[in-house]
């Protein structure tokens, strides 16, 4: 899988014992609008999340995307798109946090499902939400200028580096 971007935040100690996940991200794109999950920060940010053990990367997704959306994705028809890496401090211990996102295209079915949130995703009151790349740019943009709220949102960085990304390709 391509490289997209490694996004270094170079806020921890090189000595530090390091902490991986990967985790995997849909890109779904109906017409000329993405499919994002948006927030009660208001950012919008591509559906996925944690790979769980024991899962490859096509059963997480399809899990990831129905549980934040209710949405279902063809499984057979998800083509990989590219990988984005953070490095940052581990925002509980002094360790260094290495996630891997995993970024595929994928189609959707016909068929709904239904959501099933984690503390977290209900407690950021996740809601599907789609908008025209440049539009959701512009929005994580202004919210990285205003500067409010960025501790509770890291994605917001990578997130507009694929979006910006998929507007070249």
């Known amino acids: ?35 994002f999950v948006n927030t009660k920060y208001r950012e919008f940010k591509f559906i996925g999340g944690g790979i769980k053990e024991g899962e490859d990367h096509k059963n997480a ?3 990831e995307v129905t549980e934040e959306t209710a ?9 990989p798109y590219g990988k984005a890496i953070e490095i940052r401090k581990d925002f509980e211990k002094n360790k ?38 440049k539009e959701a740019i512009k929005n994580n943009e202004k919210i ?7 501790e509770f949102i890291p994605w917001i960085h990578r997130d507009i580096v694929v979006m910006k990304h998929l507007l070249i390709k």
């Open 71 to 79: 949405l279902k994705i063809v499984e057979n028809q998800i083509i």
């Open 144 to 150: 990285i200028k205003e500067g409010k709220n960025l």
């Open 96 to 133: 260094i946090f290495k996630h891997i996102s995993h970024y595929y295209i994928c189609d959707l079915t016909d068929e709904v499902g239904e959501t099933n949130f984690d503390d977290y995703e209900a407690e950021y009151q996740f809601k599907l939400s789609f908008k025209n790349l």
């Open 61 to 63: 997704l399809a899990r």
């Open 1 to 35: 899988m391509d490289l997209i971007a490694i996004i270094d935040k170079k806020d921890y100690d090189p000595n530090w014992e390091v902490v991986e996940r990967n985790a995997v991200r849909a890109i779904i794109k109906k017409n000329d609008l993405y499919a």
